[in-house]
């Protein structure tokens, strides 16, 4: 008898579960929030260094360095880091090609909502140049990801590609636990926070596709275009790793933002940044 209600107890929850899949329900995801924090200004003198068609000649842009705080249940990320915590403070020079300086660190925001540097777990970022990865290290028991051909750009020796592992140190040659992405990335394994694989400005470069359950869905750029005028025309920085990879990413990122559907949100653009609450408030 004690087997046959076993058998029954066990057909019952079986049963169960195949209707729970057949109804196309999931498992409830992990809550997640964001934060958009300020991680610096680049004052860019000279646009046309964004242009490998002369197309902004005696203009000038101030760029948002921005980062952000990714909460995923009880786990902290990052995702990129900004300028270096001694450029705090810095003049930014008007005759200069571009010139950069920082109003505050990222430890010093995270103070403000109780967050300790030892709470974040993982830090993603776009791309190794140093407006993105300036502060990483004072999150040395963090993960790194980053993508698989920044990864071995920033390894090899001497670095290639204009890549500086020196902010990242501690997971180039030192301790710290590094993931080199290749392609796209799942981070937290429930479709909620995406590496997105967009080559181009750098070899590995990445944005971050961002599921919220009340804001919607939220695409971050990284470098893949520096402002919307950029963006809404295809414009390519001569400094670019690779032109072709560069317009097939910005293409399959258009693509992703009008299917999913997501916000895009140009991370250098203030305009764009202004679409998430301004800190310390979050978006959820």
């Keep these: 008898m004690k087997r046959v209600l076993i058998l ?38 000279d646009l046309n260094r964004f242009s ?18 990714i ?21 930014l020079s008007k005759t200069a090609p571009i010139a950069a300086t920082l109003a505050t660190t990222i430890v010093e925001q995270l103070a403000k909502i109780g ?4 709470d ?4 993603g970022i776009s791309h190794y140049h140093f407006d993105h990865t300036g502060q990483a290290g004072a999150f040395p028991q963090a993960t790194l990801m980053i993508g698989k051909g920044d990864a071995e750009s920033l390894a090899a020796t001497p670095p290639q590609n204009g890549a500086d592992p020196t902010p990242l140190k501690n997971w180039f040659g030192g301790a710290g636990k590094l993931e080199a992405v290749a392609g796209d990335k799942d981070v937290f394994g429930d479709g909620s926070v995406m590496m ?4 181009g400005h750098t070899p590995g ?29 295809n414009g390519v920085p001569g400094f670019n790793y690779n032109r072709a990879d560069t317009l097939a990413s910005l293409e399959r990122f258009r693509g992703l933002a ?18 998430l609450p301004a800190f310390p408030a979050s978006a959820d």
Aim: glycine share 10%; hydrophobic share 45%.
């Design 115 to 118: 967050v300790k540097p030892g």
């Design 205 to 233: 470069h990445h944005g971050l596709l961002v599921k919220l359950a009340k804001r919607g869905n939220f695409l971050l750029s990284g470098d893949a275009a520096h402002f919307r005028e950029n963006y809404e025309s």
């Design 52 to 69: 490998d068609t002369n197309a902004y000649t005696g203009k000038s842009m101030a760029f948002t360095g921005s980062c952000y705080l």
């Design 8 to 45: 029954l107890a066990a057909g019952t929850l079986l049963s169960g579960l195949a209707a729970f899949a057949a109804s196309g329900q999931t498992a409830p995801a992990a809550e997640v929030k964001m934060w958009r924090l300020d991680c610096g200004t680049v004052q860019v003198n």
């Design 258 to 275: 009008k299917n999913v559907p997501a916000t895009v949100i140009i991370q250098h653009d203030p305009r764009d940044i202004a679409k």
């Design 196 to 199: 997105i694989d967009l080559p």
């Design 120 to 123: 974040i777990s993982r830090i």
């Design 71 to 91: 909460k995923h249940g009880d786990a902290y990320m990052l995702w990129d880091t900004g300028l270096a915590a001694a450029m705090k403070g810095a003049p």
